[in-house]
């Protein structure tokens, strides 16, 4: 990806975080940005984006920062090309474990959706009908 730099407003911008969330994740160790100007200010990447907006993705799955930090860890491993064929194998295995959990969370929140379009409809039911 390229290595424009962008500073962390048009970041929050693009990505739908707020400047406060996304100075959190670089504070927590699991965004931060790739460089800093000569005035201080952070400065982000179109990597970095990628990486905030997966880690905006992992959110609604309930991973903890920890476990978060861990998958970014693996992902990132994963893009090694040197890695021998034992840590590559690890690596795939705890991937397949966040793959699995996410699936898993998937289907309880297709199950809450569900649940709350049966309410919104009902809501819909005890409405009256429109006038003419």
Same mark, same amino acid.
């Given at each position: 990806?390229? *290595?424009?730099?962008?500073?962390?407003?048009?970041?929050s911008a693009r990505? +739908?975080?707020?400047?406060?969330?996304?100075? *959190?994740? %670089?504070? /927590?160790?699991?965004? $931060? !940005?790739? &460089?800093?100007?000569?005035? +201080?200010?952070?400065?982000?990447?179109?990597?970095?984006v990628a990486r905030?907006?997966?880690i905006r993705r992992?959110? $609604?799955? +309930?991973?903890?920062?920890?476990?978060?930090?861990? @998958?970014?860890? /693996?992902?990132? &491993? @994963?893009?090694? $090309?040197?890695?021998?064929?034992?840590?590559?194998?690890? @690596?795939?295995?705890?991937?397949? %474990?966040?793959? &699995?959990?996410?699936?898993?969370?998937?289907? %309880?929140?297709?199950?809450?959706?569900?649940?709350? %379009?049966?309410?919104? &409809?009902?809501?819909?039911?005890?409405? $009256? !009908? !429109?006038?003419?």
């Amino acid at each position: 990806m390229g *290595h424009k730099h962008m500073q962390i407003g048009e970041v929050s911008a693009r990505t +739908g975080l707020s400047l406060r969330t996304i100075r *959190h994740y %670089e504070e /927590v160790g699991l965004a $931060p !940005p790739s &460089a800093r100007s000569q005035g +201080g200010f952070r400065l982000y990447t179109e990597d970095d984006v990628a990486r905030l907006l997966a880690i905006r993705r992992m959110k $609604p799955l +309930g991973f903890s920062l920890e476990e978060m930090r861990d @998958l970014l860890s /693996v992902l990132d &491993a @994963l893009d090694s $090309p040197d890695l021998s064929a034992e840590r590559r194998a690890e @690596l795939t295995r705890r991937l397949a %474990e966040y793959r &699995a959990r996410a699936d898993r969370r998937c289907a %309880e929140l297709r199950d809450l959706l569900a649940e709350a %379009e049966r309410f919104a &409809a009902e809501l819909s039911d005890r409405l $009256p !009908p !429109p006038r003419s």
